[in-house]
């Protein structure tokens, strides 16, 4: 509502006087303020905050009078009454000085500013005026308060009397009463003769005048309170009579607010009391209390003391409170607090020391609410210090700077969805950048053929982000700056208002009015400045569509009208649709295409507008369509704060009658005073359905009788739109009622257009209460907007000594800060507190779309299970079972759950899961909904409430399960939550994915911490980058968890569930998955494999295997071009020559070189499969590109520089030699000597087309050196087939001759072969060229089997005693190999299988690792 803004402004005073300010009193305009010393008076003019005159008191009548106490305006500025200490009041004339002004404002050169103009200068600069002291009243005793009231001042003094003075025959109008004769009751309707006050020494401490109450509001000095109103016009003690409020003692201070009809008592226990007068008794009601509580403010009794002064705003919006210990607070009209400066940054300095709070002595409100002026006592005990230049500087009047929500003085702005705040000179909307928020959001209202937003941003189901996001966004206000020169000759704003689609705002200063449009980032103002300086809107403006309509008065004419301006035309009356109308306006509000006016006169009127598009710009036509008057219901025009039409209607059953009433605007909705008054159609009469009727010429029905909907209202807001989807929330009515909350107006809805039951109401008021002031609703979205207060220190700043008196230091800056929040839940919960379900689920589904609804379902149930189960007196109606069973309609039921308990104390579960269930059966309920991650936090649940055995029970079903999903991450915590409970560890991280230590996992955390993103393509990284992540690995034991401690049960257990997992994954042939699986979580494959090589990991039937690699791998097929016939490769040897030249040449000494270049430390590892599976990638790819004739001249340069970059890999390029530099061109010298017909060529793009995707080519290198190791002779031929690599064959058949193999394994692959060829001839000729060229190997394979007469017992095969010339690989293997086939490696490996191991995983982990297409392998 009201926001403070920045830090305060010190006034500086340029008299000499060294006498400090006591009080300071604004004129009833606003224009001035009075300053008064103890024997001086002096005038100040608003904007600029400058000195205009002052009167010093000569010291002998000084001394007669006394000092001067309290000053009070007259209602016309022109005179101002001043009591002093000894019982006088000294009245002082204000004559001004026509057209003469005591400062020029000086302009810099080529300024646009007009000189001629009329009231330009007298806005701009103060005017000249005079003190003349008129009269001096002697009243013989101590005047305690000072009140103007019309056309006569009233004096309360110390002997008990009211003394009635006029302000202009002072002497022939005096009238005193004596209070002992005011008859004082409890209520009017009491006897007349009531009882007196009965105490002789009772005298007014306090009082203020009530305008729309006609009487006054007194504080007398026993601390009763009371009203006293005069019975007739004649003010006589007889014609006076008071009514007490019964429950006040301790009464301060006083402070009424007209239009809300309130008087709010400061009291000694430092709260305020606020009453009002019950309308048909008289009697003094009790409307609300502000207080601070204990809760947000501990020891707060001690901290205030008894309230010192309360002001309410020029707008009767927010109240100021103050207390005798200091301080400040700021509530709204029915009790919400805005701002307190007793915490915070107000009360503690940056490093925590306690400040002195701001102790006022006197206040008052400046122009519109911006500003407040304030006499610190803090200061004005210290005596002025004097500058160098003997000036005063230190003065003790602070201003405090405010900016306002629209709402307060234009309460149209309540059926939009944008916050619009006003300052003195800025707006603030939330409504982020027009231009970037060109949104579907605001896009759909255009392409409406009647400009209004139908369709809801969620209408198509889906969250349109960019209006959703736009609205809420970020935190940062659009701050847009009101044009300087409408600023200066029309201060203060007084109204503002922004569209529909948040894309042009409009404010209204003292005459005539600006807009500005966020997408052109521009002003317009009037043209011709005489038509804008005869305007004057009174009854605030509003946007429609383009349109701009606004209440004024023209001073020309002295005629009240309403305009219509054209946004995209010049701003000029000529372009206006004018309408007279009879009475001033008051208050205008449009809704869809009808204008509602509220006039002076009590009545209401309806405008029909219509746009016409006539001519070059387009115009609006206004005509009168209803007028109702309210004269019998409303006492006084002023009490009326907003008034708008609605299509909300008690009975919704119409729709179903009369479907086209249902966009009518059926009522109009009035706050009167706080109630909420609701006028309805009278539809009791014949309905005549008027089809061909003009709509204009049809007579519109007539209003009911008002009711009353609810009390202590502050703001309203409903919605024109319709949505069949949100009809809940589109078609309500909401209200912010101060202290209480929100309260909603809900509409009911039969289910499914069921008959409604008749005892079932057709709407509820449901009240909740939210933590932020509202200042918009979003209707779909189901969220409040609004803005709070926030601030910032910058002490820190001032370090010397003299800077205590610095305002940066004594205050915080301020700022305001956009807020938001969710209201859904409340509702729920209200309406589950009502048995109505049926509703709540009916309003839930329709929501269930909003991306925070899961939140909403949480909140609830946190809530109810937060206020229930620490309840300390047993609930007889609980409420958790029926949230319960509510929330299981939907399917997020077990994540509300889960996430409710989590985020609970422990000691609450059994409450909640006595209602939702049982967890065992919650957890169930995941795996069958394939729900893991839920599934996983209820286990830690079920790990604190259950036995041991159960947690392991179920942690082994989901592990089990995560497993066969491929989970990885889920698996690694399974793995770590199943030993924490072996080895009974009582803490265990949550299940939640976190980052580990390297050890927990095997030292594969490690790598999981690189991301590299999807959109960076292979060829873009670096051998050196890979390299370096391969060494760097923690060079401990790998293999620790699951060999080092195998001997723990717990182990064991883990171990077997993984060994059946790899198990199945080898029988169903999902390679892939198997090397996933290893690789994320560090499964010891190749000591798995070399125990399995003869049962799960044979290959049963090869083509099988085939075909399931192919597309696993996504792997093509081979063709066979219609060329081939005369194809060079269709002879085998130069592969097989190109393949084991490439072989022998290759050798470590790449590796060992790139890893000292690459700044790794040089640690002893294994490096058998490194050379080959380099040498057999580059083989295929130079094969596959360049043809064989190319060998010599492509190997010899790359060999010399073979430690940089080896052609081939895609991912070797080095920053020192890239293919692109250098060996491309070292390749196109021996071009020109080649000669490649075209079916070469399509034979090389035949080539380059059969191969899979570079992923998956690593992956299978990465498998076939795996199986090779291990043994696996049978996968090494599958694998080697389907790279189509005779190398590979070869090396398996080196091994299979020069080693004792099983000859079952023999006799398989040769099986195995056999199947393939003959699939090969009648499925897949593409495979025939690759067969024909290994023909010789399978032909050597058939002697060996034949050869073998006795199957021999099985043995582990041992490269390393092959013969050097028979498997080139020997010498590389010769280290590492033997550990590799060992049974036992499981058990214990050596230190070289745990680097073996490392390297092996580090492979896997990049190769495997989803959606990364690092790989190490070239």
Not at 289 to 305: A, F, M, R, S, V
Not at 906 to 916: E, G, I, P, S, T
Not at 1018 to 1043: D, I, V
Not at 1374 to 1394: K, Y
Request: with cysteine.
């Amino acid at each position: 509502m009201y926001f403070l803004s920045g830090w305060p402004k010190r006034l500086l005073c340029p008299l000499e006087s060294l006498e400090r300010p006591l009080h300071i009193q604004t004129d009833p305009q606003r224009a001035f303020f009075a300053v008064l010393f103890p024997s001086q008076l002096s005038i100040w003019y608003c904007r600029p905050s400058v000195l205009i005159v002052s009167y010093k008191e000569l010291s002998k009548a000084a001394s007669q009078f006394g000092p001067y106490k309290q000053a009070e305006w007259r209602p016309d500025s022109t005179m101002i009454a001043v009591s002093t200490a000894n019982g006088y009041i000294l009245f002082f004339e204000i004559p001004s000085a026509r057209d003469k002004y005591l400062y020029e404002p000086i302009y810099s050169k080529g300024s646009p500013h007009l000189k001629g103009t009329p009231h330009y200068k007298e806005e701009q600069c103060a005017p000249s005026l005079n003190l003349e002291m008129k009269k001096v009243l002697d009243l013989q005793a101590s005047i305690t308060s000072l009140q103007s009231m019309l056309e006569d001042l009233l004096v309360a003094t110390a002997d008990g009397f009211l003394h009635l003075i006029h302000w202009d025959g002072m002497t022939n109008g005096r009238k005193a009463i004596n209070l002992c004769t005011v008859p004082f009751s409890v209520d009017l309707q009491s006897s007349r003769a009531g009882s007196l006050l009965g105490f002789e020494d009772v005298y007014i401490r306090d009082m203020e005048y009530c305008a729309t109450l006609d009487g006054f509001a007194v504080v007398f000095n026993d601390g009763r309170v009371g009203f006293i109103t005069p019975m007739s016009s004649r003010f006589t003690a007889e014609q006076l009579h008071g009514v007490w409020a019964q429950d006040v003692v301790d009464g301060t201070c006083v402070a009424v607010n007209n239009k809300y009809r309130l008087m709010a008592f400061g009291c000694a226990n430092g709260s305020v009391q606020v009453y009002t007068i019950d309308t048909t008794t008289g009697a003094m009601q009790f409307s609300h209390k502000l207080e601070l509580t204990p809760k947000q403010y501990p020891d707060i009794w001690n901290k205030t003391g008894p309230v010192k002064l309360v002001r309410w705003s020029p707008d009767s919006c927010v109240v100021m409170v103050t207390w005798e210990y200091g301080g400040l607070s700021l509530w709204s009209v029915f009790g919400a607090q805005l701002i307190c400066t007793l915490g915070g940054d107000f009360a503690y300095q940056s490093d925590g020391a306690k400040k002195d709070p701001l102790k006022i002595s006197s206040m008052t409100w400046g122009s519109e609410g911006y500003h407040l002026w304030v006499i610190d006592r803090n200061s004005s005990n210290v005596k002025p210090e004097r500058n160098a230049n003997n000036e005063v500087h230190r003065f003790g009047i602070l201003q405090f700077q405010f900016i306002k929500s629209a709402l307060t003085v234009n309460p149209c702005m309540s059926n939009q969805e944008q916050v619009l705040l006003q300052g003195e000179d800025r707006l603030y909307l939330n409504c982020g950048d027009a231009a970037q928020a060109q949104s579907p959001r605001n896009t759909s209202a255009h392409s409406e053929h009647n400009h209004s937003r139908e369709r809801g941003p969620f209408s198509d189901g889906s969250l349109d982000s960019q209006g959703l996001s736009t609205l809420l966004g970020h935190r940062h206000w659009h701050v847009v700056q009101i044009h300087s020169t409408y600023l200066e000759s029309n201060w203060p704003i007084r109204f503002s208002a922004i569209d529909k689609l948040g894309q042009n705002v409009a404010v209204v200063g003292r005459f005539g009015f600006a807009h500005y449009s966020l997408l052109t980032k521009k002003w317009k103002l009037f043209g011709n400045i005489t038509q804008e300086q005869t305007m004057m809107v009174t009854g605030g403006l509003a946007w429609w569509n383009d349109f701009i309509v606004l209440a004024c008065y023209n001073l020309n004419d002295h005629q009240e009208e309403l305009r219509i301006y054209l946004r995209t035309s010049n701003l000029d009356n000529a372009f206006a649709h004018i309408t007279k109308v009879q009475a001033p306006t008051l208050l205008l509000s449009v809704f869809r295409d009808i204008v509602i006016l509220f006039r002076a006169d009590c009545s209401i009127c309806l405008y029909s507008i219509e746009r016409r598009s006539e001519g070059l710009n387009p115009t609006a036509s206004i005509q009168i369509l209803q007028e109702v008057s309210m004269s019998r219901y409303i006492p006084h025009p002023f009490l009326v704060v907003s008034v708008t039409l609605t299509s909300v209607r008690t009975e919704t059953g119409i729709t179903l009658k009369m479907p086209q009433q249902a966009c009518e605007a059926e009522s109009i909705m009035l706050n009167l005073a706080g109630q909420l008054i609701m006028l309805q159609r009278d539809r009791s009469g014949p309905q005549i359905r008027d089809k061909d009727n003009n709509p204009n010429q049809r007579k519109h029905l007539p209003f009911c009788a008002p009711v009353v909907l609810a009390q202590s209202v502050e703001n309203v807001w409903t919605t024109c739109r319709i949505n069949k989807q949100k009809r809940h929330l589109l078609e309500a009515l909401w209200l912010s009622c101060g202290g209480a909350g929100m309260k909603v107006w809900l509409p009911l809805f039969p289910r499914d257009h069921r008959k409604p039951h008749s005892f079932l109401s057709r709407r509820i008021m449901l009240p909740f209460h939210i933590n932020i002031y509202p200042l918009a609703v979003l209707f779909e979205d189901a969220l409040v907007l609004g803005a709070v207060n926030d601030t910032v220190l910058y002490d820190c700043l001032y370090t010397q000594t003299s800077a205590r008196e610095h305002l940066e230091v004594l205050f915080p800056f301020s700022i305001v800060e956009r807020t938001s929040q969710i209201y859904l839940h409340h509702i729920l919960r209200q309406l589950l507190v009502r048995n109505l379900g049926e509703q709540a689920l009916l309003l839930a589904h329709s929501c269930a779309t909003l991306p925070y609804f899961p939140h909403v379902l949480e909140l609830m149930l946190h809530e109810v299970l937060e206020e229930e189960a620490t309840s300390r007196e047993p609930i007889p109606d609980p409420l958790l079972p029926t949230v319960a069973k509510f929330i299981t309609e939907f399917p997020l039921f077990l994540q509300t759950v889960v996430h409710c308990a989590r985020k609970t104390e422990y000691a609450l579960w059994n409450y909640l899961f006595a209602a939702v269930g049982n967890p065992k059966d919650l957890f169930e309920e995941c795996l069958m909904a394939q729900d893991l991650d839920t599934a996983a936090s209820y286990l830690i649940i079920l790990q604190n409430m259950e036995v041991p055995a159960v947690s392991r029970q179920h942690a082994t079903l989901l592990f089990n399960t995560a497993l066969e999903q491929g989970k990885w991450d889920l698996c690694r915590h399974m793995i770590r939550f199943l030993k924490a409970i072996g080895s009974g560890e009582t803490e265990t991280p949550p299940a939640t994915p976190t980052a580990q230590e390297p050890s927990s996992s095997g030292g594969f955390e490690f790598f999981r911490h690189r991301s590299i993103s999807l959109s960076q393509s292979a060829e873009n990284l670096h051998s050196k980058f890979n390299l370096t992540k391969t060494l760097s690995m923690p060079s401990g034991p790998s293999g620790k968890r699951w060999s080092k401690d195998s001997d723990c049960a717990e182990n064991m257990y883990i171990d077997m569930m993984l060994w059946r997992h790899a198990r199945r994954l080898l029988e169903e042939i999902k390679l892939k998955d198997l090397g996933c699986f290893a690789a994320q979580l560090g499964f010891e494959l190749i000591g798995w494999l070399c125990k399995e090589r003869a049962r799960a990991a044979r290959v049963e039937d090869f083509v099988c295997a085939l075909k399931k690699l192919h597309k696993d791998f996504l792997w093509p097929f081979p063709v066979i071009p219609a060329s081939s016939i005369n194809s060079p490769f269709k002879n085998g040897k130069y592969k097989t020559a190109m393949g084991e030249q490439l072989l022998k040449s290759q050798s470590a000494d790449t590796f060992v070189n790139m890893e000292v270049d690459t700044g790794v430390s040089n640690t002893p590892r294994s490096r058998s499969w490194l050379g080959t599976i380099s040498s057999s990638q580059r083989e295929i790819d130079t094969v596959s590109s360049h043809g064989p004739h190319l060998q010599d001249a492509f190997l010899s340069p790359l060999l010399s520089k073979g430690d940089e970059c080896s052609i081939g890999s895609a991912t070797d390029l080095t920053e020192t030699s890239s293919m692109v530099d250098g060996d491309w061109t070292m390749v196109d010298e021996n071009f020109s000597s080649l000669s490649l017909t075209q079916s070469e060529l399509e034979q090389l793009s035949l080539e380059l087309a059969s191969k899979g995707p570079h992923k998956s080519q690593v992956q299978l290198r990465y498998l076939l050196h795996i199986f090779m190791e291990a043994g696996c002779l049978d996968w090494c031929v599958v694998i080697g087939l389907i790279l189509r690599e005779s190398s590979v064959i070869n090396q398996v058949f080196s091994i299979m001759q020069s080693s004792d193999i099983d000859g079952e394994i023999c006799q398989n692959i040769k099986t195995g072969l056999d199947a393939v060829e003959k699939w090969a001839s009648t499925d897949c000729p593409g495979y025939k060229p690759f067969l024909n060229i290994i023909k010789p190997q399978i032909q050597k394979l058939n002697e060996i089997v034949e050869e073998q007469v006795q199957p021999e017992a099985f043995q582990p095969v041992n490269p390393s005693k092959v013969p050097e010339q028979a498997n080139p690989r020997a010498e590389e293997s010769r280290t590492s190999s033997s550990h590799g086939t060992n049974p036992q490696s499981d058990a214990g490996s050596s230190s070289a299988s745990r680097h073996e191991e490392d390297k092996a995983k580090t492979e896997d982990e990049d190769s495997f690792q989803e959606g990364s297409y690092d790989c190490v392998v070239s």
